[in-house]
């Protein structure tokens, strides 16, 4: 089982930046494919962005393509997800999320281990 711990959470203005940090330990990182999902208050946890193992493909929701992006550094066994020109409706709790398998995915039943979830909150 992977553990995971994100990072880089915090309160900023409409347009700004912050990129998101996830630590992996436990298994064999680079075999698993990796995702960023996001939950707002009242709703729904949805999916973000996703990278395969490898880190050559990636798959972005509608809602942040262009602004997010989503890389993974396997020595370091970490994923980001750099945010720039953020929007109030990007407020929410992020998840990172550690895939069955090595193959991108955006189905949250794919991902065996999830975070505890970071804080983003974007004020107008």
């Known amino acids: 089982q992977v553990q995971l711990v994100e990072s880089g959470g915090e309160l900023v203005q409409a347009g700004g930046s912050l990129r998101l940090s996830c630590a992996a330990s436990?298994?064999?990182?680079?075999?698993?494919?990796m995702g960023w999902f996001r939950q707002a208050p009242r709703k729904e946890r949805v999916f973000v962005a996703a990278?395969?193992?490898?880190?050559?493909?990636?798959h972005y929701a509608d809602s942040v393509k262009g602004r997010f992006t989503i890389s993974r550094d396997n020595a370091k066994n970490t994923v980001y997800l750099q945010m720039n020109s953020l929007k109030t409706e990007d407020t929410a709790v992020y998840y990172c999320?550690?895939?069955?398998?090595?193959?991108?995915?955006?189905?949250?039943?794919?991902?065996?281990?999830w975070g505890q979830g970071t804080q983003v909150t974007v004020s107008s």
């Open positions: 436990g298994g064999t990182f680079e075999s698993k494919a």
């Open positions: 999320a550690a895939a069955r398998f090595s193959f991108i995915t955006i189905s949250p039943s794919t991902f065996a281990s």
């Open positions: 990278i395969s193992g490898s880190g050559i493909n990636t």
